[in-house]
């Protein structure tokens, strides 16, 4: 599984960095994805982008 997120939709708002930080990290005012899901994580991974007050992360 592979997270993705719209930069040019995301506010920086930090919550899937907080959900799941073991594949969203906050790089200035924007969440970046760290690419692939590790094993386990995929259920934060969609807890995250369900959370995300903009829906801009998706969970391939």
């Known amino acids: 599984?592979?997270?993705?997120i719209d930069?040019?939709?995301?506010?920086?708002c930090g919550l899937c960095a907080s959900d799941c930080p073991e594949v969203?990290?906050?790089k200035?005012?924007?969440a970046i994805s760290k690419g692939d899901v590790?094993?386990?994580k995929e259920d934060a991974c969609k807890?995250?982008?369900a959370n995300c007050p903009v829906q801009?992360?998706?969970?391939?």
């Open 1 to 4: 599984m592979k997270a993705v």
């Open 7 to 12: 930069e040019a939709t995301c506010i920086g």
């Open 24 to 26: 969203f990290e906050m």
């Open 28 to 30: 200035g005012e924007k």
């Open 38 to 40: 590790p094993a386990g």
């Open 47 to 49: 807890t995250a982008a």
């Open 56 to 60: 801009c992360i998706k969970c391939e």
